[in-house]
């Protein structure tokens, strides 16, 4: 069930971020800021999807509790990438609630891991299970439909 999770979790952050290299002069336009959301939506299912398959072969509770918190840092640094994105004027909103919802998905992780850390399995299961309904799931899924009715492409991976 926990890897079943985290599938879904990666299929959902995949839609958006981490190898956004932040903007290094201004604003982007329509085309390079939906470019760099969907490069960066790839990078982020790469990691994931590694990061899935190591947490389900962790054997004990201090290994799983490392591997959710690296996960945590992944979604953590994919929302600081997106934050030094400069989006055009219409994408400021969602680009925040992106920036918003990954630090707070980052968060759900790293309780998660701490939990692990600690032996505690069954709050383990239960966090990972509720990041599925958190607000920081939320936020994304908002900031995503928003740019989506703005016309950005995003693309599934």
Do not use: W
């Not at 839609?15 to 201004?26: K, R």
């Not at 939906?34 to 962790?58: H, P, R, V, W, Y």
Request: proline content about 2%; hydrophobic content about 40%; glycine content about 12%.
């Amino acid at each position: 069930m926990v890897s079943r999770t985290l599938t879904l979790i990666a299929a959902l952050a995949a839609l958006v971020i981490a190898g956004c290299g932040g903007s290094s002069g201004g604003q982007l336009s329509k085309a390079d800021y939906t470019k760099q959301i969907n490069e960066a939506g790839q990078a982020l299912s790469k990691s994931f999807s590694s990061l899935g398959t190591d947490i389900g072969k962790s054997k004990d509770s201090k290994a799983l509790g490392t591997k959710l918190t690296a996960g945590g840092k992944v979604l953590h640094d994919a929302a600081d990438k997106i934050g030094a994105i400069k989006p055009p004027d219409n994408a400021k909103d969602a680009n925040k609630k992106l920036v918003d919802g990954f630090n707070a998905m980052g968060d759900s992780f790293d309780k998660a891991g701490q939990s692990a850390s600690g032996g505690n399995t069954t709050a383990v299961v239960t966090e990972i299970q509720g990041i599925l309904s958190s607000p920081g799931v939320k936020l994304v899924n908002d900031a995503i439909k928003s740019l989506k009715a703005a016309g950005y492409q995003i693309s599934s991976q």
